[in-house]
C-alpha cells in the first residue's frame, strides 16, 4: 500500500524544463513510477517526451492545460491526461488554485 500522506513529499523546481516548483510525493521501482503532486498557480511540468513509457495524469483538484504532441487539451477533476509511449507533452496549472494530480509512468 502507498500512503501519500505518510511519504516524504519534495519540492522539484522547473520540472523537466516547466515553471515555479511542484511539490511531489513519488514512489518508483523498475517497472512504474506513481506520484502525487501539486502544482500552485502559474507552475508547470515542461515539454519532455515519453520514449521508453507512457503517462497518466489525473486531476484531483483544480485545472490542468496540457499539451500533447502540440494539441491542447483542458483536464478537470475526474478526468484524465494520457500520453503515450512515443509522445510529448507538457503540463501547467491553468487555474486560480492549486492543481493537484495523480501520476503513473509505466513502462
Not at 511540468?45 to 513509457?53: A, I, S
Amino acid at each position: 500500500m502507498l500512503n501519500f500522506a505518510q511519504m516524504k513529499w519534495m519540492n522539484i523546481p522547473h520540472m523537466n524544463g516547466g515553471e515555479g516548483m511542484v511539490s511531489a510525493a513519488p514512489f518508483a521501482d523498475e517497472q512504474v513510477k506513481i506520484l502525487r503532486g501539486v502544482l500552485k498557480k502559474g507552475c508547470s511540468v515542461g515539454l519532455h517526451k515519453h520514449t521508453d513509457d507512457c503517462e497518466i495524469v489525473y486531476v484531483l483538484k483544480g485545472t490542468a492545460r496540457c499539451l500533447l504532441d502540440g494539441a491542447e487539451e483542458i483536464v478537470g477533476p475526474g478526468q484524465c491526461h494520457y500520453c503515450p509511449k512515443g509522445s510529448s507533452h507538457m503540463v501547467e496549472n491553468a487555474g486560480e488554485e492549486d492543481l493537484q494530480v495523480f501520476n503513473v509512468v509505466a513502462k
